[in-house]
């Protein structure tokens, strides 16, 4: 029997002997920090966005400098750029394996991402990080180039698996605390099918001079908007919700946008989120960063190519106006969010989409510029310029019927004109003369239509 115990000893010990000199570095170091064996240890785990690369960087940095902790950070290199590195693999690693493509430890790369006003962050691309104080822990940061299989996995490791829970969930905290894009314009645009970025866009600074509306009608749209906003917290004491709707329709050029981006840069501190073009697909999205951001504004131009009206001809089911009322529906009363919708076309927008309060609780017309409106405009687009001999109540009432964008061209276009015959740019009669038949002549059909251009060459 002993001779058996003898035996037994001897096969344990030249096993772990054997297991010892085909250990590999960096299960080795696991084991050294932990002072256990890694592979008996728990993971947890918490996958994030490609986008939210900046986030997870930031709040790392700020965790790892703060609470007495201390760390060591490890690069790592495994098989290609296309196989996520997993915390479980480098604590069962062997040195044979090497041979095989694992990972092992190698230079720490960065990729430099850029942030709004010229400010970037270096965030780790895969790295290795032994937290030692106040707890022991190994955090694991990595992603994986494929298509399918982008976004970044953050690892932790720890003795006990509530101690890693807590670190991601402090994690978390900090990446909403210090968001990256809180307070900023951002759009986010389909990269491939499973990579989404998002962007920072300029917010053109626009003054309420700027905008030229007819009687109190901005300050109604201000009402609804900014002065919520304002009095957010008297107000939800009050049980008013803030979750908000506005619609701006009317007529191409009449100010919808640049109304949309005054309220914008007055409604300070909220996260705004433009949905143009190709990103008007990503609703859910882009609802899910302002709820997480909030305040925060959703600016959704031209809606009706997503919420047409869907009793009309030829009109198939369309997934993401139902992906848009199902958004609006689902955020909390309390939610600080404000949609702020654009469309020419408000004849052919889905009836549903204003049939629930906290969708859109006011639709306003911006229309076309009246006789004083079309005067304030000549007067705002035409500073910089020197008027000579002009007109101007002729123009005022040759423009009938045009809007503010089509004024502005004129003017500017008659600059262009002048600016051929001398240094000097003096515009006169002859210049805007020559800029409208410019524009409505070889505009065609469209332009006329648009912009009452017959109108005003027969009233030339």
């Not at 299960?27 to 690369?53: G, M, N, Q, T, W």
């Not at 790392?60 to 590195?85: F, K, P, Q, T, V």
């Not at 970044?152 to 509530?162: G, H, I, N, Q």
């Not at 639709?363 to 008027?387: C, H, K, N, Q, S």
Request: aromatic share 4%; with cysteine.
């Amino acid at each position: 029997m002993s001779f058996g115990m003898n035996v037994l000893r001897k096969l344990i010990e030249l096993a772990h002997e054997r297991v010892s000199k085909d250990e590999s570095v960096l299960r080795k170091k696991l084991r050294d920090h932990f002072e256990l064996d890694p592979a008996a240890l728990p993971i947890v785990e918490a996958s994030f966005p490609e986008y939210d690369r900046p986030n997870v960087q930031v709040a790392l940095d700020a965790m790892l400098g703060e609470g007495g902790r201390s760390h060591a950070l490890l690069g790592l290199i495994g098989r290609d750029s296309y196989n996520r590195i997993r915390l479980g693999q480098l604590a069962t690693a062997t040195e044979s394996g090497l041979f095989e493509g694992g990972p092992t430890i190698g230079p720490v790369e960065y990729k430099t991402v850029d942030l709004d006003a010229g400010q970037k962050v270096s965030c780790l691309r895969c790295g290795l990080l032994l937290v030692h104080t106040p707890e022991r822990l190994a955090v694991l940061v990595s992603g994986s180039e494929r298509p399918w299989d982008g976004g970044l996995t953050v690892s932790v490791m720890a003795p006990e698996r509530e101690a890693g829970e807590r670190f991601l969930a402090m994690l978390r905290r900090t990446m909403l605390e210090r968001n990256v894009y809180r307070g900023k314009v951002v759009s986010l645009d389909q990269v491939d099918r499973s990579t989404i970025e998002v962007s920072f866009r300029p917010l053109r600074e626009v003054g309420a001079g700027d905008l030229i509306l007819p009687g109190d009608l901005l300050r109604r749209i201000e009402r609804s908007t900014i002065r919520i906003s304002e009095h957010a917290r008297p107000l939800l004491s009050a049980g008013r919700h803030l979750k908000r709707g506005v619609l701006l329709h009317g007529p191409p050029g009449t100010g919808k946008t640049l109304t949309a981006m005054y309220l914008a840069s007055r409604m300070e501190g909220r996260t705004v989120i433009l949905l143009t073009g190709r990103s008007q697909s990503l609703i859910r999205q882009s609802c899910a960063m302002a709820r997480f951001l909030q305040p925060a504004t959703v600016v959704l131009e031209d809606v009706d190519l997503v919420a047409e009206d869907r009793t009309r001809p030829d009109q198939s089911c369309n997934g993401v106006l139902f992906e848009l009322l199902n958004e609006m529906d689902g955020l909390g009363e309390d939610a600080d969010v404000l949609f702020l919708l654009t469309t020419n076309r408000p004849d052919i927008l889905e009836p549903a989409l204003a049939s629930r309060p906290g969708r859109v609780d006011l639709a306003i017309e911006v229309p076309l510029p009246d006789g004083e409106g079309r005067r304030r405009m000549f007067e705002l687009y035409g500073r910089g310029l020197t008027l000579k001999g002009v007109d101007l109540p002729r123009w005022i009432a040759r423009t009938e019927g045009a809007s503010g964008a089509f004024i502005r061209e004129l003017l500017r276009k008659a600059a262009v004109f002048a600016a051929e015959e001398g240094q000097e740019i003096v515009v006169d009669d002859r210049h805007l003369d020559d800029a409208i038949r410019e524009l409505v002549l070889c505009g065609g059909g469209l332009t006329k239509s648009l912009l009452a251009a017959q109108k005003m060459i027969e009233g030339g």
